[in-house]
């Protein structure tokens, strides 16, 4: 194990923050470093409103980080027994057995053809599914965004498949992940939020993370930062109706809608890093589902050939990933830019949390740099 030179890290993450914004590239920004379960760098930049300084343990839109807590509350199931990942979503949902692929010529549906292979619960954790997903997400559209999350998984369902199941692998937003709350909202008896709070977020500490924000927490949630044509820094005020885009908060969107800190979140990563264990030794999810969740699908490939799925994150699986995470290291990020990471071989977590429509998603340049910084800072 390598250990983090804390006075080294800290350095590079404040030259590079400093540069940022210089330009005008965040609006705030907190970042949280563990290793061995204690904190090794925590700090927080930039303004949080117009003229506001950030603080600590402000309240971020998690967006696509909103996944693996997702993938995490099937796990929890799956450890008991009450469903499998192989399990056919038709299993829970009759109508997803007679679904149907899109065959798509010059952006248009030209007909629809059966399945040939049902879709698994696994599929939908691993965007190997064909639901809600390009290009038949970009033709159709949604409009589900305001209905309940039962609701929306009707009408997902009535939609067709990108591709045949298990055969291609598409990164999708939300309709997949939606159709996995929905499964253990029926397993578990206790809506999909509740089932979070009772079995993720109570036994983590996770506080402030949640679909619904009080209005306290909605008072503590960041504004949104754009970087104007000018290359000005300018903050939206977004409506308290909605965490993710225009999707209402009922809706729960179970790919895109948890808002969070990144102190709530550093606790999400330490468990993983414990393969499942708080650290007092609760077990959240069994060794067995976190290193599942942590390992590559077999058929789940990025473009990008030195990364590949697991349930519901990316995995380094090559040393020619540029940006200094060794093979194994897994997480994935938000498209507001909010980023983590867990590296069990050195014991690593990081988390950053950043809400700006400048620079986010996958491989955001500020969610790269910081992982230069933390493996440049190995001693």
């Keep these: 194990m390598r250990e983090i030179d804390a006075e080294k890290l800290s350095a590079l993450i404040s030259e590079h923050t400093s540069e940022e914004l210089s330009e005008n590239k965040i ?4 970042v949280i470093i563990h290793q061995n379960g204690k904190c090794v760098y925590s700090g927080v930049f930039g303004n949080s409103a117009p003229g506001v300084a950030a603080r600590p343990g402000m309240i971020y839109r998690a967006a696509s980080m909103t996944k693996p807590v997702t993938a995490v509350a099937v796990l929890t199931l799956a450890d008991k027994g009450l469903l499998h990942l192989e399990d056919n979503v038709s299993r829970y ?4 057995r007679d679904m149907k692929v899109a065959v798509v010529e010059d952006n248009k549906i030209i007909s629809l053809k059966p399945v040939k292979r049902e879709i698994t619960v696994e599929n939908l954790l691993t965007h190997t599914s064909g639901i809600g997903c390009a ?3 970009d033709i159709l559209g949604s409009e589900n965004n305001d209905l309940t999350l039962d609701e929306a998984i009707e009408d997902i369902l009535s939609k067709p498949l990108s591709f045949e199941p298990d055969s291609a692998q598409c990164y999708g937003t939300t309709e997949a992940f939606d159709i996995a709350a929905g499964i253990v909202q029926k397993v578990s008896g206790r809506p999909f939020d509740q089932y979070l709070k009772e079995n993720v977020f109570d036994p983590l500490g996770m506080e402030n993370t949640t679909f619904c924000p009080t209005k306290e927490q909605w008072e503590n949630t960041v504004f949104m930062h754009v970087r104007t044509e000018e290359g000005k820094s300018e903050y ?3 409506h308290k109706t909605c965490v993710f885009e225009n999707y209402l908060t009922r809706r729960m969107p179970a790919g895109a809608g948890l808002v969070t800190t990144a102190q709530d979140y550093i606790k999400f990563a330490d468990m993983l890093c414990l393969f499942g264990k708080t ?11 976190a290193l599942l969740m942590s390992s590559p699908h077999k058929g789940a490939n990025f473009e990008n050939w030195c990364e590949k799925w697991g349930l519901s994150v990316r995995i380094v699986i090559s040393d020619t990933y540029p940006h200094g995470l060794g093979v194994g290291c897994f997480g994935w990020s938000g ?3 909010a980023h983590f990471w867990v590296d069990r071989s050195n014991r690593i977590c990081a988390v950053m949390m950043k809400n700006s429509r400048y620079d986010g998603g996958a491989g955001n340049a500020s969610a790269c740099a910081l992982e230069r910084d933390v493996s440049g800072s190995l001693k």
Excluded: D, M, N, T
């Excluded at 650290?279 to 589902?289: C, D, P």
């Design 27 to 30: 609006g705030s920004k907190e």
């Design 135 to 137: 290009p038949v997400a």
């Design 93 to 96: 949902f009759p109508k997803a």
């Design 279 to 289: 650290a007092e030794g609760r077990q959240i999810i069994s060794e067995k589902a």
């Design 335 to 337: 498209a507001y830019g």
């Design 236 to 238: 939206l005020r977004l």
